[in-house]
DNA sequence: GATACGGGCGCC
DNA sequence: AAAGGGCGCCCGTATC
């Protein structure tokens, strides 16, 4: 028996649905619930307090002013156990102030009173994580709804899955795997076969374990090839040195295929529906990204004609344009940056100001955001620092808080911790401190830009519903929606659309251009 | 047998 | 001298 979904549920006014998370949301949607607003007070708790870590009881410590660090120790799983705890079992707050350790779920069986307590205590959470977040700033609220969404969307996409081509998919694993192996032995030949133009490149080897990196160096080595590693970008360098080394950049393409999205993979992932299936998160432990499983985010391109829509689909398939600098002008409040914006290309601009090629710039400029002090990005940073002196010191300024172990926020709020990490007796602190001060210079960034996107993906499920639309991916600064094909142009313009609302609401502004390429394709491969 | 860690690499 | 951020996933080794 499931948990009991009216129990983790409170209306707030007529609109808004107040949930301790959007997991437990999974019931009605899979009834095909729209639910187009909610409260989710794990979300808005990650978003307050940083990291991933946002159950019931750790929220509503943070609520009533308690020791969030001295919470009563859960009982696990054994319901016994847990309906055992002294007292009233519909009171589901301890007489010291805390949420009852068993309080994790309110299940069908229980009774009325259990369950109302259980969501007036969500909604004692949420007046005061509102309260919270309205001190950070009008924006803070604006992204605790749009971080909402974005986990309820999350479910979704886990129910709905990638509508993939599967004779196609199946295609491509068997150019790169060989044949779908019926028997262990059928395993150990493919295996071998992929092995084979590798250890026949050096004659008189014998036996080398190709998964192994130091048996790998030591076979280099016999070939005259001395690397110190055999990373993908130092073995390039040695590419024309010895056949062995060709021959190895192609078996770990075919090798990664055949382990990672495999005949295996596809058995497991892939639906008798065709769709494929991970398990997703609105945002990460870290800076607030989303992450899927199931290789939904690191599908390699050779695959991604696999993706293909459905009969009578197409995929509207939306990439944002140079986002990160761009969320760069918007959380520094640059304007000279913001007016780079505007240009369709905003290395443009920047170069022509900075005196030096477009080329030069752009990695310029993201050196800036991803901490790289080396390298032939040196003159043009300083240069930057000149042209744009507001965005720099806002990267400078995130950069010596996480340095000094301190944590960050993004533009829209959310607590971003840099004191991760420590160093041993007699270890030399720099590396750790250097590392800090680059995550929280990037996470100020690559942060804030999660949040637009997730606003912007989340405004864009609400806009697609009518059409019989579907948002199936989220990577990052990439959407791809699934509609029925006679809506495709439609819902182009939607994304479109839903992208300048979106980007205005959470900028509070629009002085920043934003810009997505959008393309009604029937292969993700096709656009671009 | 389960777990942790590092090398390596896919994607953004 | 310095060595770009994030994620998930595979494999191998070392460890309990």
């Known amino acids: 028996m499931g948990p009991d979904v009216a129990g983790g549920l409170a209306a707030l006014g007529p609109t808004r649905w107040v949930t301790w998370s959007a997991r437990d949301l999974a ?66 707050v301890r007489p010291d102030g805390y949420l009852r350790a068993d309080a994790g779920a309110v299940w069908a069986g229980d009774s009325l009173a259990r369950g109302l307590a259980w969501g007036r205590a969500a ?22 709804h749009a971080e909402s969404a974005a986990a309820v969307l999350a479910v979704e996409l886990e129910r709905d899955g990638l509508p993939v081509d599967r004779a196609a998919l199946e295609e491509l694993v068997r150019q790169a795997a060989g044949p779908r192996p019926l028997t262990e032995a059928d395993e150990a030949r ?10 026949a490149s050096v004659p008189g080897i014998g036996r080398v374990d190709l998964r ?53 993979w596809l058995a497991e992932h892939v639906g008798a529906d065709d ?35 459905a009969a009578g689909h197409v995929l509207v398939r939306a990439d944002l344009g140079q986002v990160e600098p761009r969320v760069l002008a918007v959380v520094s409040g640059d304007e000279a ?8 290309d905003l290395y443009e601009p920047v170069a022509q100001r900075l005196g030096v090629e477009r080329p030069v710039a752009k990695i310029a400029v993201l050196a800036a955001m991803y901490g790289q002090r080396s ?95 579907q948002v199936v991916l989220c990577l990052h600064d990439e959407l791809l929606v699934h509609v029925p094909q006679e809506h495709g142009e439609e819902v182009a313009r939607l994304v479109d659309e839903s992208l300048r609302l979106s980007a205005r609401r959470w900028c509070g502004h629009d002085r920043v251009r934003f810009v997505s390429d959008t393309s009604v394709v029937r292969r993700w491969s096709e656009a671009k």
Request: with cysteine; hydrophobic share 45%.
């Open 27 to 92: 019931p009605l949607l899979a009834a095909g619930a729209a639910l187009p607003r909610t409260w989710d007070v794990a979300e808005a708790h990650r978003l307050l307090h940083g990291g991933w870590r946002a159950d019931p009881a750790t929220a509503w410590a943070h609520a009533r002013g308690l020791d969030p660090g001295a919470l009563p120790a859960p009982v696990g799983d054994d319901l016994f156990a847990a309906l055992s705890e002294d007292g009233d079992p519909d009171d589901l």
């Open 123 to 144: 909604l004692e959470v949420t007046r005061w994580q509102q309260e919270r977040l309205e001190r950070l700033g009008p924006r803070a609220v604006v992204t605790a």
């Open 190 to 199: 493919t295996r071998a076969e992929r092995d084979a133009p590798v250890l």
């Open 212 to 264: 192994n990196p130091a048996a790998v160096r030591s076979l280099l080595a016999t070939a005259g090839v001395d690397v110190p590693s055999t990373r993908k970008s130092v073995l390039a360098e040695h590419v024309h040195r010895h056949p062995v080394v060709p021959a190895l950049l192609e078996w770990r393409r075919r090798e990664r295929i055949a382990t990672t999205y495999g005949w295996r």
């Open 275 to 309: 769709r494929l299936r991970g398990a997703w998160t609105a945002c990460d432990g870290a800076a607030g990204r989303m992450t899927a499983q199931a290789g939904l985010h690191n599908l390699p391109a050779e695959l991604r004609p696999g993706v293909a829509a």
């Open 337 to 344: 940056f913001a007016a780079a914006s505007t240009a369709a």
């Open 375 to 469: 390298g032939a990005a040196g003159e043009a940073l300083r240069g930057l620092e000149r042209a744009y002196p507001v965005a720099m010191g806002h990267l400078d300024r995130a950069q010596r808080e996480g340095e000094g172990g301190r944590p960050v926020r993004t533009f829209g709020g959310r607590l971003v911790r840099t004191a991760f990490g420590a160093v041993g007796p007699g270890e030399d602190p720099g590396p750790l401190i250097r590392s800090r001060g680059r995550f929280a210079r990037n996470a100020v960034i690559q942060g804030s830009a999660a949040e637009l996107f997730k606003a912007w993906a989340v405004t864009v499920r609400e806009a697609v519903r009518p059409l019989g639309g």
